[in-house]
């Protein structure tokens, strides 16, 4: 697909918006010049929690910056979602259970649900109060003892406890999707004291950011789930306590979440201004061109634009000549994204990192962006791109340091200048980058017989590129072209969304495109990505497989530091060794969301620095919709 694809991320990460005048850079300066509210982590009581114990807003503070009070309720918004976590699809779905591998669900079904505390999203990591009005962390930092608010309910007006709580966190850990399950690895026990109030107990081998990242799971009614398969796929919309529930719904077609109007919650600070629509609809469409012309012709309100040609050549339509259609660009979030072509490690062909350096050396990226992207991207370099998290330069001594232990395990790019695709000649056909794929392929024995590569008992060297959408074979046919020209047979997979989504989760591919954000202080988020532990885990975001000492020590290392500088330099440690052994095939990236809406909408005035959903802090302005003809 010629774009930069629309990212999965993780439970809890979310995105936020933001349009005028503010740049992401000033934005970040806005938010830095708050005093931080400090407060330590261990044995003590607060409102809110931080990795590194930095809270921006004191217990009494009244809403988010990045949220309007004044925001007026009601209205439908349709939109394309431009992100999606655990077994969502934006193709189509067949299960509304999103917690759970089986199935596909429809994105933002999560929204149902409340959780002890939510992120604060001009801070990189703070969370606040949400169920929980409080947290006492013990000495030892290992138990995190929640007072839940009374009044939180659920939709069906029963009072939401700690006995919901405690069997949330222990049928996910155990029934989970593997993401989430994955997450409460060290969470060892779990009580209801009473009612009110919810301790959990960690290992004392916890990262420091998995309690934070627990207190975003959803909460689950017990007495609901109680009788049902938790595993199984069901089209019985669940019951939830969040500021939304699910209201109409034609399977594979739309699903509407529609505006709680009691919602218990919508009063507390981390809700203020938020939660503005008075329904939410996805619209879901299996090719890309018809949710297109969907949106020309107002079926949709709202969507980012991830093709380069359509967004180059094709908002040209009457409704954007009349000002009717609103185009712009904004600033994307300062957290790490990653997009690339990943190779599958468990494929004995990818054994040997000479060949997967070779394999990555055909794609022209400099050609494709000039003829295909029409110049709008950059190319992917690092595994932590656009955060201060990417490795650069030279390597310094406290990363060295860091490696030198796994000397003779690493490969020698490791230790020098991190490791970056060539930049080619931008002819399309790089003769030197194709004869030194050719010499690689060699070197990792690799024999050419009748103008193919093939094994040394004759097995021909063919990779399958596996992706969701015929889009990409736009793109990925002059690599393919390019793959085949050096001997290397190439096919392009596309299958639909459903049999995508079961290959990727069973490691059924030998290659396939995806792209995920991380979160602004990527502790946990490395395990979920990298670690060996995950490696054959069905449904594990560590696609390529990836198992390393090295990798699993220093991950290990990211969860015991003491500050978010000795995290950057572990993290950019971390980042030469992934680029080092050649995983990946980097692709490309974009700086801006480039996104297309209905000028029917309004916002708030600041756009926070690590988050970007629309949905959450936007609203209906009926005088404009009125004068486009949308009241």
């Known amino acids: 697909m010629d774009r930069t694809t629309p990212h999965a991320a993780p ?6 918006r933001r349009l005028l005048q503010l740049s992401g850079t000033a934005a970040l300066a806005a938010a830095a010049s708050l005093p931080p509210f400090r407060v330590a982590q261990a044995g003590a009581t607060s409102h809110g929690l931080s990795v590194f114990g930095d809270l921006r807003y004191p217990p009494d503070f009244t809403h988010f910056p990045y949220a309007n009070p004044d925001a007026p309720k009601g209205g439908r918004f349709v939109f394309s979602v431009p992100n999606w976590a655990l077994n969502q699809d934006t193709q189509t779905f067949d299960t509304l259970h999103t917690l ?19 992120r604060g999203l001009d801070e990189p990591d703070a969370l606040y109060g949400l169920v929980a009005a409080s947290v006492t962390v013990s000495d030892d930092g290992n138990t995190f003892t929640f007072a839940l608010r009374p009044e939180a309910r659920f939709h069906d007006g029963t009072r939401l406890t700690a006995e919901d709580a405690a069997f949330s966190y222990m049928i996910l850990k155990e029934k989970g999707h593997p993401t989430l399950a994955e997450g409460l690895r060290e969470l060892v026990a779990v009580e209801a004291i009473d009612a009110g109030v919810l301790e959990l107990v960690f290992s004392g081998k916890q990262s420091l950011s998995a309690p934070l990242d627990a207190a975003t799971y959803p909460i689950l009614p017990k007495a609901y789930w109680e009788g049902r398969d938790f595993e199984a796929s069901t089209l019985e919309p669940p019951l939830g306590s969040g500021p939304y529930r699910i209201g109409r719904f034609a399977v594979g077609r739309f699903i509407e979440y ?129 955060s201060p998290y990417a490795a650069e330069g030279p390597i310094p001594p406290e990363e060295a340091a860091l490696l030198e232990p796994f000397r003779a395990n690493l490969p020698a790019g490791a230790f020098g200048e991190p490791v970056s695709p060539p930049v080619s000649d931008g002819s399309g056909r790089d003769r030197a980058l194709l004869r030194r794929a050719g010499d690689l392929l060699t070197e990792a024995g690799w024999r050419r017989e009748g103008g193919r590569f093939a094994s040394a008992d004759g097995k021909p060297l063919d990779v399958e590129i596996l992706v969701e959408s015929a889009i990409w074979e736009r793109v990925l046919g002059p ?70 000492p090295a990798i699993d020590a220093l991950i290990e290392r990211a969860g015991k530091v003491k500050s978010r500088e000795e995290l ?40 926070p620095a690590y988050g970007f959903p629309v949905e959450s802090t936007w609203w209906i302005d009926a005088a404009k919709a009125a004068a486009i003809g949308k009241g």
């Open 479 to 548: 690599y393919v072209q390019n793959l085949k020209a050096i001997g290397v047979g190439a096919t392009i997979r596309v299958v639909d969304a459903s049999q995508y989504q079961a290959r990727t989760n069973a490691f059924d591919f030998d290659m396939t495109i995806r792209a995920f954000n991380l979160g602004a202080t990527p502790v946990e988020s490395l395990d979920a990505f990298f670690h060996s532990r995950l490696a054959d885990r069905p449904g594990s975001y560590n696609l390529s497989g990836i198992a390393h």
């Open 11 to 16: 439970f809890g990460a979310l995105t936020r």
């Open 258 to 386: 529609d505006l709680v109007d009691d919602y218990w919650a919508k009063d507390l600070p981390v809700n203020v201004g938020q939660n503005n629509f008075g329904t939410l609809r996805i619209e879901f469409y299996r090719e890309r061109q018809a949710e297109f012309e969907a949106f020309k012709k107002g079926e949709i309100h709202y969507r980012q634009e991830f093709t380069s040609k359509t967004w180059a050549t094709e908002y040209t339509f009457p409704a954007l000549v009349e000002g009717r259609v609103v185009k712009r660009e904004v600033p994307s979030e300062a957290i790490p994204s990653i997009q690339g072509t990943f190779f599958n490690l468990r494929r004995p062909i990818f054994s040997d990192p000479r060949t997967r350096e070779a394999l990555g050396l055909p794609f022209d990226f400099e050609w494709t962006n000039k003829n295909l992207f029409y110049g709008i991207y950059q190319r992917q370099t690092s595994f932590f791109q656009k």
């Open 100 to 118: 759970v591998l089986k199935g596909s669900a429809p994105p933002r079904s999560t929204i149902i649900y409340d959780s002890l505390m939510v």
């Open 568 to 607: 950057q330099t572990t993290v950019r440690a971390l980042d030469r060794v992934l680029r080092a052994l050649h995983v990946w095939i980097p692709n490309w990236y974009s700086s801006v969301h480039r996104v297309v809406h209905w000028d029917m909408l309004g916002w708030p005035e600041m756009k």
